[in-house]
């Protein structure tokens, strides 16, 4: 895949802004911080670069705050909290005055104050990539690793001395997940899903190389896959959660000769669709763990106002009994069990971080094991008392690239320089500022909304639960920012950001019902007019003015769409679909299709991107190519579509590019995934 170099967007504006090399500011190397310590993950090279901002922008107190803060967080990480309390001691003493900050450095304290250093383990990483991604079970021994190695769909055994890995089978083009050994260590269960038909299967293989797996359940018109978490002590059965057809869950045990299934417990919806964690079985097999919704909600997929609890639960084996040991509310998940069986281990946001706690058995009374481990995968506990789990990152970079007005051509970013972090960048109508979105620390859901100066590298950062996954919209008086917003009861409503003073403002009534696509809004340059999809082929204009809706433009059948923008003279509505790349004029008249790719896009891919360019004659689309998406263009009166010479690996789809006003830079939005497998040595106590 295409490794696609970044530039920062102060160093690409300067021709924007007409003026010379600026210098470095502190806001700049706040940035290259920020760099550092979420993308890069480097924190020691991150906390040098805050030092460097406390001592020359000491003046700039709430940049110097800044710094500090982040030193503190980097510590924290790095579990020093002894580095960490000097960090936010010294905000309240010298910084007081910055009263955010000091109230977030305050709230640090106090939380460190009830965690110990010493009952505090340092996690070691023990490798990272695939080897890391596609980690599923550990020995009791700690010897042997159960995997997916992704590269060959195959599942695969890594010896932990040696870090050699023994491939069982392969199967390629196939998905090949959930993979546990059974306890004398000679068999591998795991979940086999067919790619062409989307077939799941129940498997069981030997645990030698090359062998030929048994088929123990398949999919059917009642059930729609399986995942295997554990064996039996006596390895004569594989403890399994099943999907079924009505996406409800079930708990059961599946005979490893003859695939014959004991109901254990029906769940319901009450795991949570796509990332729910697997059931644990304690070292003695006779008991189960898991986690689910405290609460099942009222249809699938569920409601926006079901409650969205997560708690932790211990089922008996054999099913007679249950308890519930975790009900704190927010997320409480990835259970595992201590190896002495009197503890299970378990995630937890409760804090605002994702911590990692232990809640004994049979009371439930939970303590702090590892302060901000993130949101992390368990693998499992060995005897020896080491606690293996994956941490995921998705990183995110706004990059931008130059091109000719026309783009035609794009080029790749500059070497050696950096990006924004954040997604879904937009540029003000005046080219001074980009508006993007940026993942709130610690939260995989929550959003706030960044401004960047282009010319000093300034953000303000504005925050507010709900904010929606879609870009901020500029209004044209380049003063404020359109922005979706969810509220508590499950409803929406657009809001407008004054960039000055920050507030919120709704603008229509949240009863008018607006679908979950919000990404698609745009606005007219008189900035009297919102354009909202209603479902994906029909477009509201509503007035903003009277808040009323004033016109509906419906589609022709089967001309549905996932990526909306209206070009700068106003006067056209480009759109994307799996299915084609059409316009339609502001006023509801002429639909016509631009272009029917020859090969239907999956749906999966989810909402796109298109873009247009400055003078209203060109659309930019993007194209699957392999793994990566490529930037294509198209004229707004039909032909055939040119590649930019744009090539994306991890373009952030759903609103991710954009152009600037002068059309000579082109801004998107990628991610970077990476995996890594730590292992943390559990007190004592808790072994």
């Given at each position: 895949?295409?490794?696609?170099?970044?530039?920062?967007?102060?160093?690409?504006?300067?021709?924007?802004?007409?003026?010379?090399?600026?210098?470095?500011?502190?806001?700049?190397?706040?940035?290259?911080?920020?760099?550092?310590?979420?993308?890069?993950?480097?924190?020691?090279?991150?906390?040098?670069?805050?030092?460097?901002?406390?001592?020359?922008?000491?003046?700039?107190?709430?940049?110097?705050?800044?710094?500090?803060?982040?030193?503190?967080?980097?510590?924290?990480?790095?579990?020093?909290?002894?580095?960490?309390?000097?960090?936010?001691?010294?905000?309240?003493?010298?910084?007081?005055?910055?009263?955010?900050?000091?109230?977030?450095?305050?709230?640090?304290?106090?939380?460190?104050?009830?965690?110990?250093?010493?009952?505090?383990?340092?996690?070691?990483?023990?490798?990272?990539?695939?080897?890391?991604?596609?980690?599923?079970?550990?020995?009791?021994?700690?010897?042997?690793?159960?995997?997916?190695?992704?590269?060959?769909?195959?599942?695969?055994?890594?010896?932990?001395?040696?870090?050699?890995?023994?491939?069982?089978?392969?199967?390629?083009?196939?998905?090949?997940?959930?993979?546990?050994?059974?306890?004398?260590?000679?068999?591998?269960?795991?979940?086999?899903?067919?790619?062409?038909?989307?077939?799941?299967?129940?498997?069981?293989?030997?645990?030698?190389?090359?062998?030929?797996?048994?088929?123990?359940?398949?999919?059917?018109?009642?059930?729609?896959?399986?995942?295997?978490?554990?064996?039996?002590?006596d390895g004569k059965s594989i403890l399994v959660t099943i999907n079924k057809s009505d996406h409800t869950w079930e708990m059961a045990w599946v005979s490893a000769s003859d695939g014959s299934i004991k109901l254990l417990k029906s769940l319901g919806w009450r795991l949570p669709r796509g990332n729910h964690s697997l059931p644990s079985l304690s070292a003695d097999g006779k008991f189960i763990a898991y986690s689910a919704f405290a609460t099942n909600p009222s249809k699938f997929p569920p409601a926006a106002t079901d409650p969205r609890d997560e708690n932790i639960y211990v089922l008996a084996a054999d099913g007679s009994s249950e308890i519930e040991i975790v009900k704190a509310g927010g997320i409480n998940d990835e259970p595992v069990w201590t190896p002495d069986g009197t503890h299970v281990l378990f995630v937890s946001n409760r804090s605002g971080n994702f911590d990692l706690y232990s809640a004994s058995i049979p009371d439930g009374r939970t303590e702090m094991v590892q302060r901000n481990i993130g949101r992390i995968t368990s693998v499992g506990?060995?005897?020896?008392?080491?606690?293996?789990?994956?941490?995921?990152?998705?990183?995110?970079?706004?990059?931008?690239?130059?091109?000719?007005?026309?783009?035609?051509?794009?080029?790749?970013?500059?070497?050696?320089?950096?990006?924004?972090?954040?997604?879904?960048?937009?540029?003000?109508?005046?080219?001074?500022?980009?508006?993007?979105?940026?993942?709130?620390?610690?939260?995989?859901?929550?959003?706030?909304?960044?401004?960047?100066?282009?010319?000093?590298?300034?953000?303000?950062?504005?925050?507010?639960?709900?904010?929606?996954?879609?870009?901020?919209?500029?209004?044209?008086?380049?003063?404020?920012?359109?922005?979706?917003?969810?509220?508590?009861?499950?409803?929406?409503?657009?809001?407008?950001?004054?960039?000055?003073?920050?507030?919120?403002?709704?603008?229509?009534?949240?009863?008018?019902?607006?679908?979950?696509?919000?990404?698609?809004?745009?606005?007219?340059?008189?900035?009297?007019?919102?354009?909202?999809?209603?479902?994906?082929?029909?477009?509201?204009?509503?007035?903003?003015?009277?808040?009323?809706?004033?016109?509906?433009?419906?589609?022709?059948?089967?001309?549905?769409?996932?990526?909306?923008?209206?070009?700068?003279?106003?006067?056209?509505?480009?759109?994307?679909?799996?299915?084609?790349?059409?316009?339609?004029?502001?006023?509801?008249?002429?639909?016509?299709?631009?272009?029917?790719?020859?090969?239907?896009?999956?749906?999966?891919?989810?909402?796109?991107?298109?873009?247009?360019?400055?003078?209203?004659?060109?659309?930019?689309?993007?194209?699957?190519?392999?793994?990566?998406?490529?930037?294509?263009?198209?004229?707004?009166?039909?032909?055939?579509?040119?590649?930019?010479?744009?090539?994306?690996?991890?373009?952030?789809?759903?609103?991710?590019?954009?152009?600037?006003?002068?059309?000579?830079?082109?801004?998107?939005?990628?991610?970077?995934?990476?995996?890594?497998?730590?292992?943390?040595?559990?007190?004592?106590?808790?072994?």
């Amino acid at each position: 895949m295409k490794n696609i170099l970044t530039v920062t967007i102060a160093m690409v504006m300067l021709a924007l802004v007409g003026g010379s090399v600026l210098a470095q500011s502190g806001n700049d190397l706040f940035q290259q911080a920020l760099v550092k310590q979420r993308t890069e993950g480097n924190l020691p090279e991150a906390i040098k670069v805050y030092q460097t901002i406390v001592q020359k922008y000491r003046s700039d107190k709430k940049l110097a705050a800044k710094a500090l803060f982040q030193i503190g967080q980097a510590y924290e990480k790095l579990v020093n909290n002894p580095e960490a309390r000097k960090a936010y001691e010294q905000i309240t003493r010298e910084f007081a005055d910055q009263k955010d900050v000091a109230a977030d450095a305050g709230r640090r304290l106090a939380a460190l104050s009830n965690v110990a250093q010493s009952e505090q383990s340092v996690p070691h990483l023990i490798v990272t990539g695939s080897a890391a991604e596609g980690a599923t079970s550990i020995s009791p021994d700690g010897r042997w690793m159960t995997m997916t190695e992704w590269s060959a769909d195959a599942i695969a055994v890594r010896d932990m001395s040696t870090g050699q890995i023994k491939r069982l089978t392969a199967s390629p083009g196939n998905d090949l997940q959930h993979s546990v050994l059974s306890p004398d260590l000679r068999h591998v269960a795991y979940l086999h899903l067919i790619t062409a038909n989307d077939e799941a299967q129940l498997r069981v293989i030997d645990n030698e190389a090359n062998s030929t797996p048994r088929i123990l359940l398949r999919a059917s018109s009642e059930m729609l896959y399986f995942e295997p978490s554990g064996w039996s002590s006596d390895g004569k059965s594989i403890l399994v959660t099943i999907n079924k057809s009505d996406h409800t869950w079930e708990m059961a045990w599946v005979s490893a000769s003859d695939g014959s299934i004991k109901l254990l417990k029906s769940l319901g919806w009450r795991l949570p669709r796509g990332n729910h964690s697997l059931p644990s079985l304690s070292a003695d097999g006779k008991f189960i763990a898991y986690s689910a919704f405290a609460t099942n909600p009222s249809k699938f997929p569920p409601a926006a106002t079901d409650p969205r609890d997560e708690n932790i639960y211990v089922l008996a084996a054999d099913g007679s009994s249950e308890i519930e040991i975790v009900k704190a509310g927010g997320i409480n998940d990835e259970p595992v069990w201590t190896p002495d069986g009197t503890h299970v281990l378990f995630v937890s946001n409760r804090s605002g971080n994702f911590d990692l706690y232990s809640a004994s058995i049979p009371d439930g009374r939970t303590e702090m094991v590892q302060r901000n481990i993130g949101r992390i995968t368990s693998v499992g506990t060995t005897h020896s008392g080491e606690y293996f789990y994956v941490k995921q990152q998705d990183l995110e970079e706004i990059q931008v690239a130059e091109m000719d007005p026309e783009a035609r051509n794009i080029k790749e970013s500059q070497a050696g320089a950096q990006a924004q972090i954040g997604l879904k960048a937009r540029w003000s109508p005046d080219g001074k500022f980009m508006a993007f979105l940026r993942h709130r620390e610690g939260s995989a859901n929550d959003y706030d909304v960044v401004v960047h100066s282009l010319k000093t590298a300034e953000e303000k950062i504005f925050k507010r639960l709900g904010i929606q996954a879609g870009p901020p919209v500029w209004f044209h008086d380049n003063k404020s920012l359109l922005i979706m917003v969810r509220h508590e009861n499950g409803t929406r409503a657009p809001y407008r950001i004054d960039r000055d003073t920050g507030k919120f403002t709704q603008l229509l009534p949240e009863s008018l019902g607006y679908p979950p696509y919000t990404s698609l809004m745009v606005v007219s340059p008189d900035d009297k007019t919102l354009f909202v999809p209603n479902g994906l082929q029909k477009i509201v204009k509503f007035d903003l003015g009277s808040e009323k809706a004033v016109q509906t433009i419906e589609l022709p059948n089967g001309a549905g769409f996932y990526a909306l923008s209206l070009s700068p003279n106003s006067r056209t509505l480009a759109m994307w679909s799996p299915e084609h790349v059409a316009r339609i004029e502001a006023d509801g008249s002429g639909y016509r299709e631009l272009y029917i790719p020859s090969e239907r896009f999956s749906t999966r891919v989810g909402t796109g991107n298109v873009a247009w360019t400055s003078d209203s004659r060109t659309i930019l689309f993007q194209s699957r190519h392999n793994d990566s998406w490529k930037i294509m263009r198209i004229s707004a009166d039909g032909g055939q579509p040119e590649f930019t010479g744009l090539e994306i690996d991890g373009l952030v789809i759903g609103g991710g590019i954009d152009v600037s006003p002068d059309g000579r830079h082109f801004a998107y939005s990628s991610t970077k995934r990476t995996f890594e497998l730590w292992s943390l040595r559990l007190s004592s106590r808790r072994n």
